[in-house]
C-alpha cells in the first residue's frame, strides 16, 4: 500500500502510548482514518487529540476501550469501527498493542505468564480473527503484526529469562509468516508485514505493570523489594548497603531508563514501520540493533545464548537492558 490517504481506514490496537500512538498520529497526518483501541481510555483520549492536532479537517479517529487478549472484546471493538466509522471494510490492521512479563516459567507467577501470552500472541489472533472479514471486503489490506527480535532469539541477555514474552512473539512471527502463503493463495488482495522492533523507548515497562496489576517501584511491599535485590544481584548490580527504598528507586530508574535511553524514539520506529508497509515489505526489522541481532543470530544460532553472544553484540550495538 503506497499510501495512507483520506480513502483508507486503519485499526490499530494499543494507541494509547508508545508506538501505538505514533502509528495514529503518523497515519491520520497524512489523512487516513484511524481507528483505535487499548485498555487505558484516558491515553487513547490524548492520542486522539494529539491525531487531531496534525490531520487534515475530516480525518476521523476514533477509540474504543477493548482488551485484545478478550476475541469477545475483540468483536464488539469490530462492529464499533463499522459503526463509528461507517465502513464495511478495512485496509490496514496493526495488531500492535503487547506487554512485556512472563519472564520465568520456572520461578513466575503462572497467571502473569498466561496474560502476557494471552495479550502478545492472543492479541494478534483476535485482531486477526475479528477483522478478517473487513479485511477480505476490502479492495486492498495489509495486516501489520508487531512480533519483536523476541520472536527470533529468546533473550534479553543470558542472566534473565523471558519466556512468556518470546514464546508469544515467535508464535506471531510463525503465524504471520505462515500468513504469507494464506494469503497469496485465499486472499490476493491482502498483505502482510511482521514487525521486529529492538529496543524502542517506550513506556511498555510501567505499563505491563499497570496491565499486570504490580504495584508501582515506590509502593513495592517488602517481600517484592527482597525479590527485586536478589535479581539485581544476580544481575550483577553491586548492592551493598542499599536500603528498600534505594532498591525501589533504582527498579524505577531501570523502567525510566528503558524509556529514555533507548537507541530508537517511538516516533522513529513507527517511520520505519510505514516505510516498511509503504514499500510492501513482509519482515520489517526495526532499529539498528535489530538488524544486527538478526545478523548475528542467523551467522551462529547455536551460541546465540550464550555469553560470547553478548559480547558480540555489545561489540556493535549499545544493547543494554540491564539483565
Ligand atoms: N519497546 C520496545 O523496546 C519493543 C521492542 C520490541 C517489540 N515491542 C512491541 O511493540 C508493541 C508496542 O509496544 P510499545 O513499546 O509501544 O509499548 P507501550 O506500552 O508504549 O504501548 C503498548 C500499548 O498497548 C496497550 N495494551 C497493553 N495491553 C493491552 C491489551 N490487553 N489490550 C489492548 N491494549 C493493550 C497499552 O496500554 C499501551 O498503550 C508491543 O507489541 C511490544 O511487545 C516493543
Known amino acids: 500500500m503506497k499510501r495512507f490517504d483520506s480513502a483508507k481506514l486503519a485499526v490499530l490496537t494499543g494507541g494509547g502510548t508508545g508506538m501505538g500512538r505514533e502509528l495514529a498520529r503518523q497515519l491520520s497526518k497524512e489523512g487516513c482514518h484511524v481507528a483505535i483501541c487499548d485498555v487505558s481510555l484516558e491515553n487513547m483520549e490524548q492520542t486522539r487529540a494529539l491525531c487531531l492536532e496534525s490531520a487534515p479537517d475530516g480525518t476521523r479517529v476514533s477509540i474504543f476501550e477493548a482488551d485484545v487478549s478478550s476475541l469477545e472484546q475483540m468483536f464488539a471493538f469490530r462492529d464499533a469501527v463499522a459503526r463509528a466509522h461507517n465502513a464495511s471494510c478495512i485496509h490496514l490492521l496493526f495488531n500492535n498493542a503487547g506487554i512485556a512479563g512472563g519472564s520465568s516459567f520456572v520461578q513466575g507467577d503462572p497467571v502473569d505468564w498466561e496474560k502476557t501470552f494471552a495479550v502478545c500472541w492472543g492479541g494478534v489472533y ?149 516505510d516498511g508497509v509503504r514499500k510492501g515489505r513482509w519482515r520489517i526489522l526495526v532499529g539498528d540493533d535489530a538488524r544486527v541481532l538478526d545478523e548475528l543470530v542467523r551467522a551462529d544460532p547455536e551460541n546465540a545464548y550464550e555469553d560470547s553472544f553478548m559480547e558480540l553484540l555489545r561489540a556493535r550495538t549499545p544493547w543494554d537492558l540491564g539483565v
Open 126 to 274: 483476535n485482531g486477526c480473527r475479528a477483522f478478517l472479514p473487513l479485511l477480505l471486503a476490502s479492495p486492498e489490506g495489509h495486516v501489520v503484526n508487531t512480533s519483536s527480535v523476541n520472536g527470533f532469539w529468546a533473550s534479553l541477555g543470558p542472566r534473565s529469562a523471558n519466556t512468556a514474552y518470546s514464546a508469544a512473539k515467535f508464535a506471531v512471527k510463525g503465524f504471520s509468516e505462515a500468513l504469507l502463503g494464506d494469503f497469496r493463495n485465499n486472499a490476493p488482495h491482502l498483505k502482510v508485514s511482521l514487525v521486529m522492533p529492538g529496543h524502542i523507548g517506550t513506556s511498555i515497562v510501567s505499563n505491563t505493570a499497570r496491565v499486570l496489576g504490580q504495584p508501582e517501584p515506590k509502593d513495592l511491599p517488602p517481600e517484592e523489594v527482597e525479590r527485586v535485590r536478589k535479581q539485581m544481584a544476580e544481575l550483577g548490580a553491586d548492592m551493598t548497603g542499599m536500603s528498600d527504598d534505594d532498591v525501589r528507586r533504582a527498579l524505577q530508574q531501570r523502567m525510566d531508563d528503558f524509556r529514555t535511553k533507548a537507541p530508537l524514539s517511538a516516533a522513529d520506529a513507527a517511520s520505519q514501520i510505514l
